[in-house]
T-cell receptor
Framework: QQQVKQSPQSLIVQKGGISIINCAYE??????FPWYQQFPGKGPALLIA?????SEKKEGRFTISFNKSAKQFSLHIMDSQPGDSATYFC?????????????FGKGTKLSVIP | DAGITQSPRHKVTETGTPVTLRCHQT?????MYWYRQDPGHGLRLIHY???????DKGEVSDGYSVSRSKTEDFLLTLESATSSQTSVYFC???????????????FGPGTRLTVL
């Protein structure tokens, strides 16, 4: 099983601050690394994703940084807002050709306080 | 929501009873998945399907079975529910309309199952 280790488990950030969530993975061929955002009582929703041949991807206030040599990737939320309070999951694609599976980190509960 | 519905949304049952959860999709996706979500464990894959009558096991398949007799429906069955199967269950589909045209998964709203 290809694991994904996510940290921290929980995070409290002041409004306007930067939220940083880190993930580390083991081994890779060609993988795809999506991030999901989940609000209480809802299913996870795809937030942003990155390929390993790209070192950084930015969408609005959300940025993924990818360090292939260190086998780490991280999510940065700039100017964090109370509406960003949710649980965030990093993931990676696994499985052989045609099977396509996702392995998830254990999640980070983000609380943005006013 | 990628046209995914799950039923029931909430269920309370007793240990030893059979339970079937249904996932229904309206967009003809080939791949469908069942996950369970528990505090401290994130999302773990139970079973997945890559076509009608084609299924395979995931990380935590013990105690669960699945069936897919038509493209739009993927059923998860707990043959004899146990308290350890109390969880939130999510169905997902794979779509190639994800970010940068890559395959990615979209999730349903979930079913909260409590086994007493």
């Amino acid at each position: 099983q290809q694991q994904v280790k996510q940290s921290p488990q929980s995070l409290i950030v002041q409004k306007g601050g930067i939220s940083i969530i880190n993930c580390a993975y083991e081994n890779t061929a060609f993988d795809y690394f999506p991030w999901y955002q989940q609000f209480p009582g809802k299913g996870p929703a795809l937030l942003i994703a990155i390929r390993p041949d790209v070192s950084e991807k930015k969408e609005g206030r959300f940025t993924i940084s990818f360090n292939k040599s260190a086998k780490q990737f991280s999510l940065h939320i700039m100017d964090s807002q109370p509406g960003d309070s949710a649980t965030y999951f990093c993931a990676r694609t696994t499985g052989g050709a045609g099977s396509y599976q996702l392995t998830f980190g254990k999640g980070t509960k983000l609380s943005v306080i006013p | 929501d990628a046209g995914i519905t799950q039923s029931p949304r909430h269920k309370v049952t007793e240990t030893g009873t059979p339970v079937t959860l249904r996932c229904h999709q309206t967009e003809n996706h080939r791949y469908m998945y069942w996950y369970r979500q528990d505090p401290g464990h994130g999302l773990r894959l139970i079973h997945y399907s890559y076509g009608v009558k084609d299924t395979d096991k995931g990380e935590v398949s013990d105690g669960y079975s699945v069936s897919r007799s038509k493209t739009e429906d993927f059923l998860l069955t707990l043959e004899s529910a146990t308290s350890s199967q109390t969880s939130v269950y999510f169905c997902a589909i794979k779509s190639t309309s994800g970010i940068e045209g890559t395959d990615t998964q979209y999730f349903g709203p979930g079913t909260r199952l409590t086994v007493l």
